[in-house]
């Protein structure tokens, strides 16, 4: 299993949001609070996308922990975004383990990350991948569930349809063709974040011109928010909607 944000808001360094608070996603890679069963650490590599102007996002992504890479807490000092997707990951037993299987996953203006497993793996899910082109599964980043999944929401976003729909639509296939999974999904264009919560945690922190969602709280600001299981989140700074994905 992960941890994962999103941030949408005025832009901030790369650190208050991954180093600073007292909860910050780097604690959560070494000291989760929450994993709900999935592991016990997050050490199998972490990935962060900011968006620096109206451009596309730039990521950086490393196989190793957090807190033993050299650049990733200078570069978080210096680099100031107003949209930010990053993830701690814990390794599936038997996935890769590599640079390409850190989240965010992205295409154009998106970033994608997901926190849980697709029970099953890969049998459970051949028919869903089957239905891609093949081209999409050559160049999947990893061979991982997570990759997988990414390639599916983004077949749906290329297909046109709405980021909420994409996300919703993805959870239902791949949780009636593997039943059991944990599929918390987070997307975002850099304008709107969309999450699903299923099967593991994700609270939302929404605030005057801002929003956070997040796998755990980083902090113990009252504004918190916990979203029940079985719910899509969609927020943007100005608005935070929740309703319940389909029925499983």
Do not use: K
């Not at 208050?16 to 592991?39: H, I, K, T």
């Not at 990521?59 to 807490?73: F, K, V």
């Not at 099967?199 to 605030?207: C, E, F, T």
Request: aromatic share 6%.
């Amino acid at each position: 299993m992960c941890r994962h944000l999103a941030y949408l808001g005025p832009p901030v360094t790369l650190a208050e949001v991954l180093f600073d608070p007292p909860y910050s996603l780097v604690r959560q890679s070494w000291a989760p609070r929450d994993m709900r069963g999935g592991g016990t650490i997050n050490a199998d590599g972490f990935g962060v996308g900011w968006y620096p102007g109206d451009g596309d996002p730039v990521r950086y992504r490393r196989a190793q922990p957090i807190w033993s890479d050299p650049t990733i807490a200078d570069l978080a000092a210096v680099t100031r975004a107003g949209a930010v997707l990053a993830a701690v990951r814990s390794a599936t037993v038997g996935m890769a383990v590599l640079d390409g299987a850190a989240a965010p996953f992205a295409e154009g203006r998106w970033l994608f990350s997901h926190n849980g497993v697709v029970r099953g793996w890969p049998d459970a899910v051949v028919p869903l991948a089957s239905a891609l082109p093949v081209r999409d599964l050559l160049t999947l980043d990893a061979a991982t569930d997570s990759a997988l999944l990414w390639a599916l929401v983004r077949h749906r976003l290329r297909a046109g349809d709405d980021p909420a729909e994409a996300v919703a639509r993805t959870v239902a296939d791949v949780a009636a063709a593997a039943p059991g999974s944990r599929l918390n999904l987070l997307l975002t264009d850099g304008r709107q974040v969309v999450a699903s919560v299923f099967g593991h945690a994700l609270s939302v922190r929404a605030q005057p011109g801002s929003v956070l969602l997040a796998s755990e709280p980083h902090d113990d600001d009252p504004g918190w928010r916990p979203v029940p299981d079985g719910q899509l989140v969609v927020a943007t700074v100005d608005e935070v909607r929740v309703r319940p994905l389909p029925a499983r």
